[in-house]
């Protein structure tokens, strides 16, 4: 990639780039679903009425909808197809910010727990929403729906980039 100042080691220049990727990235994810929830008219809890627990962790639910969370089936089709290209554009860019696979790993996980920490910064910004940490959020539709609490994520999220940190500037693997 390249370097901000002259004395800064072009690893660590690098993560501050993988950071603002994954900060702008978030800003994008944000627009998206601020899209999705107005188009809707969706200005509460994800409540699912109707679905099946497949695996409860308590912080985390595992369901399976009875019906479409969007307006109908394409829509969410579309939508997994969507996360499914984001998880793709994330490894690429981790793919391209280094040599070797550990960093690589650390890279991806920097930018997708920045990703999802500005995610919902902005879309606290945009749309006054989440209300609280414990607003019930739907995380991700792959395999299955994920539902559970807004500080789940964003607890997740502060872990996973302290790990793709620490991964990615790991002195011992130059």
Excluded: K
């Amino acid at each position: 990639m390249f370097r901000l100042t002259r004395g800064s080691s072009p690893r660590r220049t690098n993560l501050i780039v993988l950071i603002i990727f994954g900060v702008a990235f978030g800003f994008v994810e944000a627009a998206v679903v601020y899209y999705l929830r107005n188009l809707i008219h969706f200005r509460g809890n994800y409540e699912l009425p109707h679905y099946r627990v497949l695996l409860n962790l308590g912080f985390i639910t595992f369901v399976s909808p009875s019906h479409s969370l969007l307006l109908n089936h394409r829509i969410s089709d579309v939508e997994v197809t969507r996360e499914s290209a984001t998880l793709v554009m994330l490894a690429c860019v981790a793919f391209v910010a280094a040599r070797r696979w550990r960093q690589r790993a650390g890279a991806f996980l920097v930018c997708f727990g920045c990703w999802d920490l500005a995610y919902y910064l902005f879309l606290r910004i945009v749309d006054d929403w989440p209300r609280s940490l414990f607003t019930r959020d739907v995380f991700f539709l792959i395999p299955v729906t994920w539902i559970g609490p807004v500080i789940t994520p964003i607890i997740l999220s502060i872990a996973i980039l302290v790990l793709g940190s620490w991964l990615y500037l790991d002195a011992s693997q130059t």
